[in-house]
């Protein structure tokens, strides 16, 4: 199977090598959207085989569209710069065969805080549609946790991809405040008082994010704090 990767990037220095070589040997081209890094992530991704692009960021959605438009092939993978494929998905991804109908691939998100996986919470399996055919899929206008619109079939593969979404706690925190503020810009959906209520129960007790321990209840008081911010900046 012939696919090109495709990932955004600001100031990744410290792991787009490592996203990089996770899929360097299952892709003919990786190509780097990159939006003013002020460090070595272009100059590493350039070293490593990658197609550098500049542009500046105006949407994660409409980045995407746009690495997907520079890549060579029709198949595209999708591959945040905190994001590897591990080797089984890796090889799995090499052997496929994409029948008439199916338009995409679905895999799951192993989702650690620093060296903690959080397995539970609703976390895990974490599917998403991230290896698919352009002609028949694309980003829509959302612009934070970008909906991929398709057509077609979508298939589920068995490896993972692992996804170093935070350093730490303080980090996970600091972002959750980003991206719902971000988020809140654009959705037209105000999170009501009921629904921040819930969302705790569900990720610390219908979910078993409590098997986590302590990252559980941290990650599930974190994720309500978010509906909170987002209803707040809706106001």
């Known amino acids: 199977m012939k696919y090109s990767v495709v990932t955004i990037a600001k100031n990744e220095a410290a792991g787009i090598a490592e996203c990089i070589a996770s899929a360097v040997g299952a892709s003919e081209v990786i190509v780097v959207v990159d939006s003013a890094s002020s460090d070595e992530t272009t100059g590493i991704a350039t070293k490593l085989g990658a197609a550098v692009f500049h542009r500046k960021l105006d949407g994660f959605a409409f980045q995407k569209n746009f690495g997907i438009d520079q890549a060579h092939n029709n198949w595209i993978l999708v591959l945040d710069a905190d994001e590897r494929l ?37 976390l895990y399996p974490d599917y ?17 946790h970008e909906q991929l619109e398709y057509k077609g079939k979508i298939e589920t593969l068995r490896g993972d991809v692992v ?27 105000r999170p009501t008082r009921m629904f921040i209520a819930k969302t705790f129960y569900r990720k610390f007790a219908r979910d078993r994010g409590y098997r986590d321990g302590l990252a559980g209840l941290m990650s599930a008081l974190l994720l309500t704090r978010y509906q909170m911010i987002k209803r707040k900046a809706m106001s």
């Open 86 to 122: 591990t080797p089984e998905l890796a090889e799995e991804i090499t052997k496929l065969d994409p029948p008439p109908g199916v338009s995409g691939y679905q895999m799951a998100f192993r989702n650690y805080v620093g060296d903690k996986w959080l397995r539970h919470g609703g």
């Open 128 to 144: 998403h549609i991230r290896l698919f055919n352009r002609t028949k899929a694309r980003y829509g206008a959302r612009q934070v």
């Open 163 to 189: 996804h170093l979404t935070y350093r730490d706690f303080r980090e996970y925190n600091q972002k959750v405040g980003y991206y719902a503020r971000l988020e809140a810009q654009s959705d037209n959906q």
